[in-house]
């Protein structure tokens, strides 16, 4: 169904799905068993992945909330070896700046057992990596400045749900921020009102695969009830 507001702006009728407290409990285990499986890996196979597979995922995190709807986000999905090696020389050296002049003491010593440093060979084996960027603002009639509102927030929300797709589909990820990003705007060409936000390798995993022992903190210490 369809009306048309008193201002002239178009409504449709939105039906929720809504589940019964039981079929919810269910629902929301599942999830749950799903998504708390994630780890960030570093080591990933070649094993190609169908593009439609990164196509869905995409169109997942494209359907994120954002500020007043206007979706500020671009996915670069990078598979040519080119760019993807021209990506990894350039973040490695980024990263070595990092970890050898740049990063304090204390925020190397918390990495330590994470086992990071600053080779990044995950950057050419992953099948593809997605670029995320966000859009500062955006780009009218006449290349007018149109206003973003809650960038951040609205590109992180669709980071989320970007990984959360990329679990669901049994793929897994790194959420990698080499810093400074601006390589990525220059690599891949980006107009001046895209900034680098993320840059999240994915792929089927290697065949063995380690990741730290670390645990995740108790439902009592993240939620207060009041
Ligand atoms: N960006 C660097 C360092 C790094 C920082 C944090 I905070 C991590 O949780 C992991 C790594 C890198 O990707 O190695």
Redesign the pocket.
Known sequence: MRKIDEKGYPWVQYVPKTYDPDTMLERSKALFDTLSERRSIREFSDRPVPLEVIENIIKTAGSAPSGANMQPWTFCVVSDPEIKSKIREAAEKE?HD??TRR?SQE?LK??EP?G???H?PFLEIAPYLIVVFKKLYGKGESDKKKQHYYVSESVGLACGMLLAAIQNAGLASLT????PMRFLSKILNRPENEKPFLLIPIGYPADEVFVPDISRKDIDQIMVKY
């Open positions: 990263e990092s970890y990063m925020w918390d990495l994470l990071t440093d600053w990044k990698h921020t080499p810093s």
